[in-house]
């Protein structure tokens, strides 16, 4: 059974930086499109970044466009998300998913299988 876990999450002030991972375990990422998610308190959970399986160029959302930047290495079966010029208002759980998403799909929820538990991004003003 695949099963995904995050780290790197914690408390950063307005313009800080933060690192996140996604470690995937019982099984290869490799053929598998992975994402970020994001849920703030009192919101639904929104898509961040994703990279396809068959490509190595993730794809971003508006809101965090410029400023995070997603990467993969299926050698070690691991994503990270790095986190830039922080804000109040990305505040929220981040979680890593795994799944087969096509190109129109990368940004749903409902294009992936497998989810981690989620890491707290506070980010204070």
């Known amino acids: 059974q695949v099963q995904l876990e995050e780290s790197g999450g914690g408390l950063v002030q307005t313009g800080g930086s933060l690192r996140l991972s996604c470690a995937v375990s019982?099984?290869?990422?490799?053929?598998?499109?992975m994402a970020w998610f994001r849920q703030a308190p009192g919101k639904e959970r929104e898509f961040v970044a994703a990279?396809?399986?068959?490509?190595?160029?993730?794809a971003y959302s508006g809101s965090v466009k410029g400023r995070f930047t997603f990467s993969r290495d299926n050698a070690k079966n691991t994503g990270l998300l790095q986190m830039a010029s922080l804000k109040p208002e990305d505040t929220a759980v981040y979680y890593c998913?795994?799944?087969?998403?096509?190109?129109?799909?990368?940004?749903?929820?409902?294009?992936?299988?497998?989810w981690g538990q989620g890491t707290q991004v506070t980010v204070s003003s």
């Open positions: 990279i396809k399986a068959s490509s190595g160029y993730p």
């Open positions: 998913a795994l799944g087969r998403p096509i190109s129109s799909s990368m940004a749903s929820q409902a294009a992936y299988t497998y």
């Open positions: 019982g099984g290869s990422a490799r053929g598998y499109g």
